[in-house]
Nanobody, 122 residues
Framework: QVQLVESGGGLVQAGGSLRLSCAAS????????MAWFRQVPGKERESVAA????????SYADSVKGRFTISRDNAKNTVFLQMNSLKPEDTAVYTC???????????????WGQGTQVTVSS
């Protein structure tokens, strides 16, 4: 069982930056692939970024490549999403998730946080 709690969301102007954090409970954090997803009401959940158990492999949605960076600190059971050059279209609820294997598909992630709202004003 893994419990995930996100923080760091908020309101920011276009061009600004935010850093999201996702703290995980349990002693097996390092055995999970971690990912960030986002969702806007009325739209499908979108994969944003994923990172392998040891951080060696990452993947990003085309829409965030070059602007967002996913990282993790296994000693602190935390995964991060650094978001730079934010755009109004990045506005969404961002949720972290954990999976036993690497995937960009939400259906493969077993554990989910509650989400944190990110709003980018123009």
């Amino acid at each position: 069982q893994v419990q995930l709690v996100e923080s760091g969301g908020g309101l920011v102007q276009a061009g600004g930056s935010l850093r999201l954090s996702c703290a995980a409970s349990g002693r097996t954090f390092s055995s999970y692939v971690m990912a960030w997803f986002r969702q806007v009401p009325g739209k499908e959940r979108e994969s944003v970024a994923a990172i392998s158990q040891n951080g060696a492999r990452t993947s990003y949605a085309d829409s965030v490549k070059g602007r967002f960076t996913i990282s993790r600190d296994n000693a602190k059971n935390t995964v991060f999403l650094q978001m730079n050059s934010l755009k109004p279209e990045d506005t969404a609820v961002y949720t972290c998730a954990a999976s036993s294997f690497f995937s960009d598909y939400a259906s493969n992630y077993r554990y989910w946080g509650q989400g944190t709202q990110v709003t980018v004003s123009s």
